[in-house]
């Protein structure tokens, strides 16, 4: 089964400050994919960042590049230049190729103070 | 990235009464969307795979009687809570599959979710 592990209590960041959400996960499925969600506090899901496990390059979407470390297990993202709008839960999530159901973490707490 | 809108954003209703929830993909087609549940300071739990065409796939617990889902269209889904009752007091939230993004692990887009309260 899935298992994805967030840990770290609620942080808060310094406006324009970088900050690192981490994220490991659990498989043995060698194909797999790792995504970032970010929910504000009015609900939606916003899609942030993709890797996929046979990227070998760290993914970036503006702001956000994930760190990833697959024989760690680990894809931590990065939030550069925090804004005061970036203030939100955070998730990782995963999902087998194939299958597409997505396995969420119980997300990160982010609050940018300025 | 891909429009996905939920519908209604928040609904009331008596104990005992049915509620719909609708889910539509706008600018792409979705053969595939999701529901999930999710309690207040808690992550999402995938209720149902809604599949266009064919049944759902209920995940384990979740009770396929109690939430029907249909997925008549490539760009609508619909959760219907019957016979609601207070503890089916949620958020819930769908999310449809887009395809096009097949090199990017098929992203799933999320709606704007559902706050349900059964007095």
């Known amino acids: 089964a899935q298992k994805i592990t967030q840990t770290q209590p609620g942080m808060f960041v310094q406006e324009k400050e970088a900050v690192t959400l981490d994220c490991t996960y659990d498989?043995?499925?060698?194909?797999?994919?790792l995504f970032w969600y970010k929910q504000p506090s009015s609900g939606e899901m916003i899609f942030l960042i993709y890797?996929?496990?046979?990227?070998?390059q760290n993914a970036t979407e503006g702001r956000y590049s994930l760190n990833f470390q697959k024989a760690r297990k680990s894809a931590n993202l990065v939030i550069s230049a925090s804004q005061l709008g970036d203030s939100a839960m955070y998730f990782c999530?995963?999902?087998?190729?194939?299958?597409?159901?997505?396995?969420f973490g119980k997300g990160n707490q982010v609050v940018v103070i300025p | 990235g891909a429009v996905v809108s939920q519908h209604p954003s928040w609904v009331i209703c008596k104990s005992g009464t049915s509620v719909k929830i609708e889910c539509r993909s706008l600018?792409?087609?979705?053969?595939?969307m999701f529901w999930y549940r999710q309690f207040p300071k808690q992550s999402l739990m995938l209720m149902a795979t809604?599949?266009?065409?064919?049944?759902?796939?209920?995940e384990q617990g979740v009770e396929k009687d109690k939430f029907l889902i249909n997925h008549a269209s490539l760009t609508l889904s619909t959760l219907t809570v019957t016979s609601a009752h207070p503890e089916d007091s949620s958020f819930y939230i769908c999310?449809?599959?887009?395809?096009?993004?097949?090199?990017?692990?098929?992203?799933?887009?999320f709606g704007a979710g559902t706050r349900l309260s059964v007095l």
């Open positions: 999310s449809a599959r887009d395809l096009r993004t097949s090199g990017r692990g098929n992203i799933q887009y």
């Open positions: 498989t043995s499925d060698p194909s797999y994919g």
């Open positions: 890797q996929g496990s046979y990227d070998q």
């Open positions: 999530a995963m999902s087998y190729y194939g299958n597409n159901r997505l396995a």
């Open positions: 600018d792409f087609q979705a053969t595939t």
């Open positions: 809604s599949n266009e065409g064919s049944k759902a796939t209920y």
